[in-house]
């Protein structure tokens, strides 16, 4: 299976959300990556058919989305960022309306959905309504929803906000099992969330692609580029207003400076190896809203 976007473009009245986008998907775990603003949502709602692109297309094993019409519609699975819950619905009454929605026949519906259940945590809370739920359990039960029709392609819009670190670990155990042969694109703006998923990153800016590669290859970029330096308290504070800063720790009375710059800092600061976390701040420092 091969999702492909050609010159993908959307354009607002004056903002260009998505900007020229060409991108080959193929089986595994995408994690789209950007600060808020980047386009990622715009993207998604575009690879989802639910808004038109301004320019450009998206072909599925090389046939035009929009003209597959229901058999790519078929073919997906949608969590939007912003999930309207129906809080008097128990969360199994929930998927199985959604499952009707889908076209799953009344039998194969109820085995599905109490099977994600079970696979989400949400099994013994099955028959409570959602508006008892805490933010993680909606989330997680947003999760199952798209997950119901067995999804070849599964867009998750920034499925772990909300989530405890413990069903993060369960969210990820999740998708590793499901993404065998299938597109799993997540979103999000956390660098951690998709670090230790994602096999791809794509990496997003004011609608347009920066980068696109494993987090090793992309990491690569800035090597070199970061840094370790121990500061007096006066240093720190002269060091933070003259370079990029991704991280700093106290160490035994100092500052341990980790800095991104071309050059060196300073003749006492040490080279060490980057992290996604590096580049991302590389990239998006001081980026509010692109
Ligand atoms: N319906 C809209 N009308 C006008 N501008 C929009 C609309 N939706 C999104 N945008 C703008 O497009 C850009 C990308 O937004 P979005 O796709 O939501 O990014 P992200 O999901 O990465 O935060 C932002 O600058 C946003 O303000
Ligand atoms: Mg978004």
Redesign the pocket.
């Known amino acids: 299976m091969e999702l492909k976007t050609i010159g993908l473009t959307k354009r607002?009245?004056t903002?260009t959300?998505?900007n020229n986008l060409n991108l080959t998907l193929r089986s595994g775990v995408y994690g789209l990556l950007?600060?808020?603003?980047?386009?990622?949502?715009?993207?998604?709602?575009l690879l989802c058919t639910l808004q038109a692109p301004t320019s450009g297309e998206i072909l599925l094993n090389g046939k035009n989305v929009r003209k597959l019409g229901e058999d790519y519609w078929k073919l997906l699975g949608y969590l939007p960022?912003s999930f309207g819950y129906y809080s008097y619905f128990s969360a199994l009454d929930f998927l199985l309306y959604v499952a009707a929605l889908k076209g799953l026949d009344k039998n194969a519906a109820k085995k599905k959905s109490l099977e994600l259940l079970e696979a989400v945590g949400l099994i013994g809370d099955a028959r409570r309504k959602i508006k008892t739920f805490s933010g993680g359990m909606k989330q997680r039960l947003g999760i199952a929803q798209a997950m119901l029709n067995d999804p070849h392609i599964l867009i998750l819009?920034?499925p772990t906000a909300g989530l405890d670190p413990k069903e993060r670990v369960r969210f990820r155990n999740l998708i590793s099992l499901f993404s065998k042969d299938r597109i799993v694109l997540l979103?999000t703006?956390i660098v951690s969330d998709v670090e230790s998923i994602a096999e791809k990153i794509i990496l997003?800016k004011a609608?347009q692609l920066i980068q696109f590669g494993s987090p090793l290859e992309i990491i690569s970029e800035i090597e070199g580029n970061v840094w370790e330096y121990a500061a007096s308290p006066q240093q720190a504070e002269e060091y933070s207003s003259r370079f990029n800063i991704s991280n700093l720790r106290q160490e035994h009375g100092k500052t341990i400076l980790r800095i991104i710059s071309g050059q060196s800092p300073g003749p006492e600061a040490v080279s060490v190896p980057p992290t996604l976390e590096d580049l991302y701040l590389y990239y998006f420092k001081g980026v509010e809203?692109?």
């Open positions: 607002y009245s903002k959300a998505v950007g600060a808020n603003g980047a386009g990622k949502t715009t993207f998604m709602r960022q819009d920034e979103s703006h997003m609608g809203n692109p």
